[in-house]
């Protein structure tokens, strides 16, 4: 039998799954906490900003949307970062995310738009 941590949400109009609590641990992060947070190459440059993360089938984090370039969200696009290559790190209460990359390269990655996503 699966477990809860296995299943994940399922796409679908009604829940036949009976409902289930779970504990939040202290060494958990909230996602809240990390959309808007800066992202740091590790020379500490800054490269971007998290703007979105990509849940796959309701059940893994599979993408980690990074908006890079812009002024004050004018000419700004979007790349999807493997959450995999990104280390997080609570610098005085405030998460930084950090990848071994730098603005030219993020700049010139396969972008992301919205428009293309189903919902």
């Known amino acids: 039998m699966s477990s809860s941590s296995d299943m994940g949400?399922?796409?679908?109009?009604?829940?036949t799954v009976k409902l289930k609590y779970v504990t939040v641990k202290p060494a958990d992060v909230m996602s809240s906490k990390l959309v808007g947070t800066t992202v740091y190459n590790n020379k500490k440059e800054t490269v971007g900003e998290v703007e979105d993360l990509v849940i796959e089938n309701g059940k893994t984090l599979t993408g980690v949307v990074v908006s890079v370039g812009g002024f004050l969200g004018m000419g700004e696009s979007y790349v999807v970062?493997?959450?995999?290559?990104?280390?997080?790190?609570?610098?005085?209460?405030?998460w930084a995310?950090?990848?071994?990359?730098?603005?030219?390269?993020?700049?010139?990655?396969?972008?992301?738009?919205y428009s293309k996503m189903k919902k």
Not at 97 to 113: E, H, I, Q, S
């Open 81 to 94: 970062l493997d959450p995999s290559t990104l280390a997080i790190h609570d610098m005085n209460g405030k």
């Open 9 to 15: 949400m399922k796409m679908a109009d009604t829940a």
């Open 97 to 113: 995310v950090y990848a071994d990359t730098d603005k030219d390269t993020l700049k010139n990655a396969p972008k992301f738009t």
